[in-house]
């Protein structure tokens, strides 16, 4: 699915400078107020109890249902102020509410910061490395459904010690997503392929999938290690 929205860097779409910044520009403003929202939400619910006790199942799904909307439909991530208003739903609500029940709030915050650190440090080296991860794109589908797999395994020997195993595997998946969806963002002369400068919305998205999926794994390595 992804595929449809790249292009390849010898294409138009990217040879104008300024259209590239300018997509760069609105993908990273789209993501810091998604990022912030979260923490919001995050903070509210580590210091005010009595969100904790409300049933957020409905809205569990509903979220689920906008990203794939937003992932699959065009017209939808395109169409302003819609597209706005469906992604702002997921970036207020997508934090899984029972993590908040079963970490402590030291855990969560340490975890927070485990994740800006190594955010940044990612895209730091996404945007210096002439290392080309957007060719493997096969290799990172892959490395995805080898989580999945190993994710099923996880839920039927429910040991302690596979948990941990999971959730080193799963860092270090989503930390290379971090890095290819970033490049794929960034394009330049030394990435195969670039997301198209019209799909900002579905790059914040991408981005913003990444940093809350490693995020929820850092917490659970660190709640694990405990």
């Not at 169409?79 to 997508?94: E, H, R, T």
Request: aromatic share 16%.
């Amino acid at each position: 699915m992804r595929s449809l929205l790249w292009c390849f860097e010898d294409d138009n779409c990217f040879n104008d400078a300024a259209i590239r910044r300018g997509f760069i520009r609105k993908v990273y403003l789209t993501l810091m107020i998604q990022l912030l929202v979260t923490v919001g939400i995050i903070c509210a619910f580590l210091y005010w109890p009595a969100l904790k006790e409300w049933t957020w199942t409905n809205y569990w799904v509903a979220v689920m249902v906008l990203i794939m909307a937003l992932s699959c439909c065009d017209n939808l991530r395109r169409q302003v102020p819609l597209n706005f208003i469906a992604l702002g739903f997921p970036a207020a609500y997508l934090f899984d509410i029972s993590v908040c029940r079963c970490f402590e709030a030291e855990a969560v915050l340490w975890a927070v910061g485990a994740t800006a650190l190594v955010s940044f440090a990612l895209s730091l080296f996404a945007m210096q490395s002439k290392w080309d991860f957007t060719a493997a794109n096969g290799c990172m589908w892959v490395l995805g459904w080898t989580l999945i797999s190993f994710a099923l395994l996880c839920a039927i020997m429910r040991s302690q010690y596979i948990y941990i195993v999971y959730a080193c595997l799963g860092t270090l998946v989503f930390s290379l997503y971090l890095v290819f969806d970033t490049q794929l963002i960034l394009g330049g002369k030394h990435r195969r392929y670039a997301i198209s400068p019209e799909e900002y919305v579905f790059a914040a998205l991408s981005l913003y999938l990444d940093i809350i999926s490693l995020f929820l794994l850092l917490l659970q390595l660190i709640g694990l290690c405990r």
